[in-house]
T-cell receptor, first 112, second 114 residues
Framework: NAGVTQTPKFRVLKTGQSMTLLCAQD?????MYWYRQDPGMGLRLIHY???????AKGEVPDGYNVSRLKKQNFLLGLESAAPSQTSVYFC???????????FGQGTRLTVV | AQSVTQLGSHVSVSEGALVLLRCNYS??????LFWYVQYPNQGLQLLLK??????LVKGINGFEAEFKKSETSFHLTKPSAHMSDAAEYFC????????????FGAGTRLAVHP
């Protein structure tokens, strides 16, 4: 039972490069989220989705885009990476109405 | 709007001592409250949650938390700390509205020493 799987687990980017982080869940969850974790700041919500084909902005959406073309996948894109986007990124998913979220193992991204 | 404040970014206890991690929340709607634990280089794991009903909630690994509406608090406790409890703990709030947007506190790192 895989749960929430994030790809890749580690990545180093140069400033200005682009990349896409992939999140896949096999629990048939309606809701999916992308968070970033920075020391002393907890987890901050970047974007989220309440269903296939829908996305919404969270607390810190600037510099990121997302897509949810299939219910099981939620993609996070960085069009032009900046050093300020160096962080650990977590994807999560939850059932409609269940409230608690299930998390992936994280992606550690370094932008140099 | 919702927010979470965790008092104390670092807490240190002796093995066998009481663990108390503090969490206060702000919510314009009835809250759902959660505690998550994160071990080094891992994702977040749910410890316990409060949605409705009993205000004292028991979770995994001997942890429990009490929802106190009058104090807008949801403190996490464990009677006797174990070395394996050393981790980072996050309190989170979700509104009882139409969608599950989880808002997290900044986290408390728990150290347990012999």
């Amino acid at each position: 039972n895989a749960g929430v799987t994030q790809t890749p687990k580690f990545r180093v980017l140069k400033t200005g490069q682009s990349m896409t982080l992939l999140c896949a869940q096999d629990m048939n969850h309606e809701y999916m989220y992308w968070y970033r974790q920075d020391p002393g700041m907890g987890l901050r919500l970047i974007h989220y989705s309440v269903g296939e084909g829908t996305t919404a902005k969270g607390e810190v959406p600037d510099g990121y885009n997302v897509s949810r073309l299939k219910k099981q996948n939620f993609l996070l894109g960085l069009e032009s990476a900046a050093p300020s986007q160096t962080s650990v990124y977590f994807c999560a998913s939850s059932y409609l109405g269940a409230r608690e979220a299930f998390f992936g193992q994280g992606t550690r991204l370094t932008v140099v | 709007a919702q927010s979470v404040t965790q008092l104390g970014s670092h807490v240190s206890v002796s093995e066998g001592a009481l663990v108390l991690l503090r969490c206060n929340y702000s919510s314009s709607v009835p809250p759902y409250l959660f505690w998550y634990v994160q071990y080094p280089n891992q994702g977040l794991q749910l410890l316990l949650k409060y949605t409705t009903g009993a205000t004292l909630v028991k979770g995994i690994n001997g942890f429990e938390a009490e929802f106190k509406k009058s104090e807008t608090s949801f403190h996490l406790t464990k009677p006797s700390a174990h070395m394996s409890d050393a981790a980072e703990y996050f309190c989170a709030v979700s509104g009882a509205g139409g969608y599950n947007k989880l808002i997290f506190g900044a986290g408390t790192r728990l150290a347990v020493h012999p």
